[in-house]
């Protein structure tokens, strides 16, 4: 994992090989990634335009820290869905581990086994699933659809919907600052930035693409599926853990339930941000782009008074058609 | 030019599946620097040869030896390690990733951190493809952009990046264009030349006499002759593989030849279908022979409406037609028995009386519900009249052989009463006793008046069953003989004679 | 798979349940009596309704996740188009199923026409009509609809309640198409070999157009006879009945890669899964207890279909 000295995008050396072109080439390995790039900046212009206090600290902050737990999340289901897989269940993960955490909190444990036991919770909750998905071949969106509904009625069923409060101010780290900046924007880019060296760097990383792209290749080619399946659910768990930090410590208060279809946004920042919904590409910088984008959009759509009533609406159609222009893209490629 | 010394050797090695012996206490060896042909009919047990040496199976009985010590190859890890590489018929890339990160997936050149050295992996990918005369070929593409001719290569490069000593080339030139051909046997003699090994799959008898040093039979699982190649000729390895002379194999059946049913006249669609004409009378078998991706298919689908023609005209029965979709083309009275039967003609965990009924299924149906009685009466007739041995018409028709499950996709449907039957590659994959009995089926139609467009990868059935012969390459009919004018020198030769150079 | 082992799932179910049955009428006295279950037929014709349209669309190898979507939207326009656009309430009631129909509809032409995999299409949409019906709802609710209408959730027929009736007839009728029409056997072929369907000339668009279209048809009764039950409409309505109903077909015996299932077996899944929820709140676990149960049973049917199944063929 020593990746000293190699910045992202991966500059390719100025030699001979090089062929003329480096923006086609560019846009070719991460023009999706450039597409919601370009987006969140023509969408910070143009409602800066509007409503000038868009772009005011306090907003920013709102929009980067409030929404870092959900590009977190997104970075583990990036590689699972770049092996082809899917996990409905995140969202109920995020909200069991966050109750977890604030229990342990509140109960008097250390700090850091408050922000990390649930991690590995979070992993081997995960295992279990990809175990499911990789030996007993059941699809992975019914394992993580029954997962779902385990996770939120347990959640439910013991909490009794009550709230924790009383969190230890030092729990809440979400609201600190690291350097001047708030500590869930700096773990979001510094998380992107090495899940993303990881993935373009390490053999374990590139044979996840293999997996999704051609499964039967993978085999010929001596990569043992199955155990990458595990693995790249238990690093959906672990980076849910994560993410879980960022959500509990957010506010004074743990509530029982999560946002309403978390995992669905999870799972749409993935599949927007690239990653292609059959498997084999895609990276989790646009993962994180992508939700950076919803966040955006959400914030966006208060700020030129769209009723909140109807945000739901716009981002599912926003989601419809995403998915319907990746669909069409690739099958105008292949 | 080859050293004596096998590099690898399998002796007496057997695998069977769920009790079916396909390899039967099989040997042979390859030699460093020598090209080894590897001939048999379809399911004599090549591909079970091949993919134990490549680790896929691990087989029943019987030793590998490598470089003179004893092995298991029980995974395509150790095979890659033993430094054999196998190039598949169904390439096994990565569509999604660039050429340069196929050629190295799984042993990638890395960094002193550790860290894959990306530029380490595009330069030495262009080494490899320059080595091939690839040149053409830009590293940082993505595969599903490329020909299959194109991804041949990268496979080649991939089995060079990891030193393989022994290369296996299923069937290379199955879906290539003549240009195509000649560059891969260019590349072959060349990796002859750097010692490397080669185990040459393919049907194609006149690639096997220019290129290999030794060739191997195989028939019905069974070793049945290793030579070298100056000691026989294309007769005797013919009768070699199929075990007997070819003229009594095809038992072609006098029908008289009446109108014609079918006319068909400038017909296209897209690449592989272009500017097609020709006619079939009643009670005439038409045969085409090609070349895989001549548009022997395509023009089969065009045919049957699955991939509706853009422009052309068919005439049937005098009457002009356009076919848009399956459906139609069935109430025309055009029958299609596919070519991959799997896949396309069966529903395997379906009961053969389901199956038999499933291209007539409205019109057994009164009503909302299906005639149950008289689909179980129909299938019953038709099991009885092809000769399908199963249990009863309730078991699953993927219980059945190969020959029986094809013989249910004829039964399915001759039920549509067809006036014109297309069948694409009848008896590939059928055992040699099932094969002559879909011959004699096929007879027993033209005397009844049915036209039959018979597509055949298998030259001397094209020649024994065919009245006519139409040969395709590129898309286009590159020639028409009678059964007198259709010598296999004459077919073989319109085949590769491609005009168009890719 | 022969209708040999069919048979074999759905008694091995009905032994299951009788069992159940048995065991929880021994554990409450109030459980075997009339009124409780004519009362939990009541309650599970919402997800029973969708659960045999499901059956159909897992049969063929494909997945509806917006059904609970297209209930809320249908809940809500029912309340919207009656209250405050002033149609009256057959019309509307009409007009939503007609709304949530083509809702099902749009599902069906997103999977045939643009070949989303079901799943992403409909999970898509799960989001797209859940943000419409909140949309449209503004957070209000609808209440207060004349006495007549609450006899389709509330009332009774010979002595059964209304829509238990309607759930019996439409499972007859499915069960019927499915097994002994040109359309169930298209459904099961589809499921089984796409391809294979496509080359016997067998219209599979067409059918599996029509059976999202089903799927969301059945939703939308649902929404309109859940309405009716509860008296009031909720834009979060339906939410999560998908998983509801994708468990008692797949727990029926309907194979999730599709070409395997029955009505038959959807039904007896739906009454065991009841029964249990049923029995469990009757033991005092409260209603969340039982969402986690239905999680459960869903991957423990798979697992035990996936161990059989792999036994089973080759």
Redesign the interface.
């Known amino acids: 994992m020593a990746m000293s000295g190699v910045d992202l995008p991966p500059v390719r050396p100025q030699t001979s090989l090089q062929r003329p072109g480096f923006l086609r080439r560019l846009m070719a390995d991460y023009g999706q990634e450039l597409i919601v790039l370009l987006a969140i900046v023509v969408l910070f212009v143009a409602v800066t335009a509007v409503n000038p206090r868009f772009i005011s600290a306090n907003n920013l902050t709102s929009i980067f820290s409030g929404n870092a737990y959900i590009a977190v999340a997104a970075i583990g289901m990036a590689m699972v869905i770049i092996t082809g897989n899917i996990d409905v269940s995140i969202g109920a993960l995020i909200g069991v581990l966050a109750t977890i955490s604030g229990t342990l909190a509140v109960a008097g444990y250390p700090i850091w086994v408050a922000w990390f036991f649930p991690v590995l919770v979070g992993m081997a909750i995960n295992g279990l699933i990809g175990i499911l998905v990789a030996y007993f071949r059941i699809p992975s969106i019914v394992v993580t659809l029954g997962a779902l509904s385990i996770l939120r009625g347990g959640l439910i069923s013991v909490t009794g919907g009550t709230w924790i409060s009383d969190l230890p101010p030092a729990f809440l780290i979400a609201q600190q600052k690291w350097l001047g900046l708030p500590v869930p924007l700096v773990a979001m880019i510094v998380l992107t930035v090495l899940a993303a060296l990881w993935m373009r760097y390490s053999a374990f990383g590139r044979s996840l693409y293999a997996v999704g792209g051609n499964p039967e290749a993978a085999v010929a080619t001596g990569i043992p599926i199955e155990r990458r399946i595990v693995a790249v659910f238990i690093l959906n768990g672990f980076f849910a853990g994560l993410a879980t930090i960022l959500f509990a410590t957010q506010l004074q208060v743990i509530q029982s339930t999560v946002p309403p279809n978390l995992e669905l946004t999870i799972i749409m920042a993935a599949v927007i941000g690239g990653v292609s919904i059959l498997g084999g590409s895609g990276t989790v910088i646009g993962s994180t782009l992508a939700a950076i984008l919803f966040a955006t959009i959400g914030s966006a759509l208060i700020f030129v008074n769209v009723s909140a009533y109807w945000l739901r609406a716009v981002i599912g159609l926003l989601i419809l058609a995403t998915v319907l222009a990746d669909m069409l893209r690739r099958r105008r490629t292949v | 030019m080859s050293a004596d010394t096998p590099f690898v050797t399998l002796s007496g090695v057997s695998k069977a599946f769920a009790g079916v012996k396909v390899l039967k206490d099989v040997s042979f060896d390859v030699r460093a620097g020598e090209v080894h042909a590897l001939l048999g009919e379809n399911g004599a047990g090549k591909s079970t040869l091949i993919k134990i040496l490549s680790g896929l199976y691990t087989p029943d009985g019987g030793t590998i030896t490598v470089d003179g010590r004893q092995m298991k190859l029980t995974s395509p890890r150790d095979a890659t390690a033993a430094g054999i590489a196998t190039v598949y018929q169904e390439l096994l890339l990565f569509p999604e990733l660039s050429v340069a990160e196929n050629i190295f997936l799984g042993h990638y050149p890395r960094t002193s951190s550790g860290a894959i050295d990306w530029s380490a992996v595009r330069s030495r990918a262009r080494d490899l493809l320059d080595q091939l005369d690839t040149r053409e070929l830009d590293v940082d593409t993505k595969v599903l952009t490329l020909s299959v001719a194109q991804r041949q290569r990268v496979e080649i490069a991939k089995a060079l990046s990891r030193d393989a000593k022994i290369l296996i080339m299923d069937e290379p030139t199955a879906s290539l264009v003549e240009a195509d051909v000649q560059r891969l046997m260019g590349i072959v003699r060349q990796l002859r030349e750097r010692g490397v090994g080669i185990v040459y799959v393919s049907h194609r008898l006149p690639e096997i006499f220019a290129l290999a040093d030794r060739v191997t039979v195989l028939r019905d699982g069974a070793h049945v002759a290793t030579r070298d190649i100056g000691e026989v000729d294309e007769r005797q390895l013919v009768s070699l593989m199929v075990g007997r002379p070819i003229d009594s194999l095809f038992p072609k059946v006098e029908a008289a030849i009446g109108d014609t049913v079918l006319q068909v006249d400038g017909l296209n669609r897209g690449r592989q279908v272009r500017d097609i004409s020709f006619s079939l009378r009643k009670g005439e078998i038409l045969g085409i022979a090609g070349l895989v991706g001549s548009g022997r298919t395509e023009l089969a689908l065009t045919l049957f409406g699955m991939t509706p023609a853009t422009s052309g005209t068919v005439v049937l029965d005098g009457k002009p037609v356009a076919i848009r979709s399956p459906r139609q083309a069935r109430d025309l009275g055009i029958a299609y028995v596919p070519e991959d039967r799997g896949l396309q003609g069966l529903v395997k965990p379906m009961a053969i009386r389901k199956n038999i009924s499933m291209a007539t299924i409205d019109r057994l149906s009164s009503g909302i519900f299906i005639r149950a009685a008289q689909e179980a009466r129909r299938a019953t007739e038709a099991v009885k009249r092809l000769g399908v041995r199963c249990r009863s018409i309730g078991q699953p028709v993927g219980e059945l052989s190969g020959g029986n499950q094809q013989k249910v996709v004829i039964a399915k449907w001759l039920e549509t009463s067809p006036k014109v039957l297309i069948l694409d590659e009848p008896t590939r994959g059928v055992d040699v006793g099932a094969k002559a009995e879909i011959h004699t089926i096929m007879g027993e139609l033209v005397r009844q008046g049915v036209a039959i467009l018979m597509i055949s990868s298998e030259l001397p059935e094209v020649l024994g069953m065919s009245d006519r012969v139409l040969v395709m390459a590129g898309g286009r009919i590159m020639e028409e003989l009678s059964r007198e004018e259709a010598t296999p020198e004459r077919v073989g030769a319109a085949m590769t004679a491609h005009k168009e150079a890719a | 798979?022969?209708?040999r082992s069919f048979i074999r799932h759905e008694t091995f179910l009905a032994i299951l349940l009788v069992l159940a049955l048995f065991v929880l009428s021994w554990q409450s006295d109030r459980f075997f009596t009339v009124a409780n279950l004519l009362n939990q037929g009541r309650l599970m014709t919402e997800t029973g309704l969708i659960a045999i349209a499901m059956t159909f669309v897992i049969a063929t190898g494909g997945?509806d996740l917006s059904v609970g979507s297209i209930l809320g939207l249908t809940a809500i326009l029912t309340g919207v188009f009656w209250k405050n656009l002033g149609v009256p309430l057959p019309a509307a009631a009409v007009a939503a199923i007609a709304v949530g129909t083509f809702a099902g509809y749009v599902n069906g032409l997103?999977i045939t026409r643009?070949?989303?995999?079901a799943?992403?299409?409909t999970?898509?949409?799960?989001?797209?009509?859940?943000?419409?019906a909140?949309?449209v709802?503004?957070?209000r609710s609808v209440r207060g609809y004349p006495d007549w209408f609450y006899v389709l959730g509330q009332g009774e027929v010979l002595g059964v309640p209304t829509q238990l009736w309607i759930l019996l007839i439409a499972a007859v009728v499915a069960a019927v198409?499915l097994a002994?029409?040109?359309?169930g056997?298209?459904t099961?072929?589809i499921g089984?070999?796409e391809?294979?369907?496509?080359?016997?000339?067998?219209?599979v668009e067409g059918t599996k157009l029509a059976l999202y279209t089903m799927s969301g048809f059945a939703a939308a009764v649902a929404a309109v006879i859940f309405v009716s039950r509860v008296s009031t409409t909720r834009s979060d309505m339906g939410s999560?009945i998908e998983?509801d109903a994708?468990?008692a077909v797949?727990l029926g015996g309907t194979s999730?890669?599709g070409?395997?299932g029955t009505v038959l077996g959807t039904v007896l899944g739906l009454c065991l899964i009841q029964a249990l929820k049923n029995g469990l709140s009757l033991a005092g676990?409260?209603g969340?207890?039982?969402?986690?149960?239905?999680?459960?049973v869903?991957?423990l049917a798979?697992?035990a279909s996936?161990?059989f199944e792999?036994s089973g063929?080759?």
């Not at chain 3, 999970?123 to 419409?132: D, K, P, V």
Request: a positive charge; zero cysteines.
């Open positions: 798979m022969t209708l997945i997103i643009f070949r989303v995999p799943l992403i299409a999970l898509a949409t799960l989001a797209l009509y859940r943000g419409l909140e949309g709802s503004q957070a198409i002994y029409t040109r359309w056997r298209t099961y072929a089984s070999n391809v294979a369907a496509r080359f016997s000339g067998l219209s999560g998983l994708i468990t797949v999730i890669f070409g395997r676990v409260k969340d207890g039982t969402i986690m149960l239905i999680g459960i869903l991957i798979v697992l996936a161990i792999r063929t080759r």
